[in-house]
Structure formats: C-alpha cells, structure tokens
C-alpha cells in the first residue's frame, strides 16, 4: 500500500520506519532538520532493549503536493500543527483515502458519532471555523489510540523505548474495510495492532492519563515515578481523573476504569517521562488545547463541573506561555 506519514516526530517515524520495513511504499511530510537527516543518512530507528538500529529510506518531502495520492494518509503531528496538516493534505487524498489520526488528546471528531447530542455538537476549541472537518472529513477517518513510548534524541534517529500496541477503530464503532486495512499493516509491520468496536473509549482511557501526567510533569519537570510518589501531587491527579471520568460518561463515553487502576498502569513504566515534559525541556509548543482545552469543551457542553481540570489548564497555559511554548 501507498502510506504517507505527515510528521517527522517520534511515533511518526516508527510508523514509517516500521511500514516500510514491511513492504509498503512509505513517503513522509518532514521539515526542518529532520528533512535534511532523513535525506541524508535515512530513517533510523533505534530499540532502546536491544541497541539494535534499523535504517530506512522513506521518501521524503515538504511538500505533500510532490507525494501524490495515498491508499492512508497517517496523521501524527501535535494538535497545534492540525491547522497547517489541513491546508496542505489535500493532494495526498484520493476518493478512497483513509486518514488515520494517530495523536494524544480528543480528536475534533469527538462528537460526530456519538449518540450524545446527535452528530450536531463541534468542538470549537480544537476546530474553530470548522476547518479540520472540511479537509479531513469524518468519512474518511479512522482513529488510532497510541500505547508505544518513543523520543527524538537528534534529527532523524528515533529512539523506540517501550511498546508497541496500536487501537485502531472507526469514529462510532462500525468498522469498515478501511481499519481492517491498516489494522493489517500495522500488525504486519511488527505493531500490537488491535480493532477497537467503541474507539472513542480506547480515547478516553488514554486521555485519563494524558490529562493529569503531562500537565503535571510539564510544571513540576518530574517524571511520573516522582509524581506518583508524592502522596499530594498522586491525590491532586487522582482528582482530575476523577473529572475526567465523569465528563465522559455524561456524553455517554464510560472509560470504565478506576484512577488507582490508571495510576498503576503508569506505575509499571517506572521513572519515564511524558511527552510534554520532553517538549518543555525542549522549548518546543506544548500540547495543551488537545489535551485540557478539549476536555473542558466537552465538560461544559455536558454541563459537568471539573474544577481541578480548569485549574490545571490555567496553571500549565501561563507556564508555557511564560516560556513562549503557548501562544
């Protein structure tokens, strides 16, 4: 299959690496320094496990018009680059082109399936104006939930660190011909690839971690062990997972886990650090809206009450805007 990743980031680089590894004709939209690395020494992957380096080739561009039609188009940039992703997908996209959005956060398309409110609520803080759903429409989407650990120690050497399993599924749950496709490339490219019949849940468990880790590493610059182990910062993100539960299961999306549970699952991953915790250390944008932003637009549409949540968004918009990582 023709797959083209659009992003050059850590999970994307896997995906591509991983992909082509696999047989598949993979082309990747990069810039910047990863452009000029990928181009000139390759897509390099390293499994922290083992110190084995697997090189790649993708083709590689700026620029998607020169990359032509894809059979999937796999978006993996941060939420705070979807706008530039959805000026310029258009020439990657035939009449049959899935995109599968393979990020953190709530998704724009949240609410389109959902029996909550009837297909008819947006979600104006991730998608003003509506236009990420005019170029990437909700027929061609498939959703990919993201459990694989992976950072960018320099331009175009990928460090793989943990994990490797992938929740894939359709907005809504009726799946079609175009998860079973990707679900098959992805478990043949060496992924734990699974099809998910509700993925708007699969989502939501991941956003109970997303929302209280990474917030909360990005202002205390602690890893998650340290978090954890401090009995009144494991209380205060045990609050917000508590919000977040219940924000959830009023439009009808039940994560249906306990945050002791939740807690636990990051507790098996020892002294890691979250995504946002690497952006900050790196001074680059912080993933805020995707994660806190959208949530909170969720809650009030819900008219559910999530004051620790609120809270935890001023505090990290003023951190990062302090340091220009926030616009």
Partial sequence: MKICIFGAGAIGGV????????GHEVSMVARGANLEAIRTKGLRIKTNSTGEILTTHPRVDPDPAKLGVQDYVIVTVKGQSLPAVARTIGPLLGPDTSIVTAMNGVPWWFFDKLAYGGGRLRLESLDPGGGLAKAM???RI???VIHCAASVPEPGLISHNMGKKLIVGEPGGKNTSRTKGIVEAFAAAGFEAIASQFIEKDFWVKL?????FNPVSALTLATADRMIGDPLMK?????VMREVLAIGRAVGVDADIDPEARIDMARALGAFKTSMLQDM???KPLEIDGLLSGTLDIAKQAGVEAP???????????????TGQYP
Avoid: H, K, Q
Wanted: aromatic share 8%.
């Fill in 137 to 139: 429409p909700t027929s």
């Fill in 208 to 212: 109970l971690g997303n929302v209280s």
């Fill in 235 to 239: 209380g205060y993100m045990v609050s």
């Fill in 15 to 22: 995906m591509a690496a991983w992909l082509e590894r696999a």
């Fill in 281 to 283: 250390e790196a001074r």
């Fill in 142 to 144: 498939v959703g990919c």
């Fill in 308 to 322: 620790f949540t609120r809270s935890l968004l001023g505090l990290i918009r003023v951190r990062a805007g302090t």
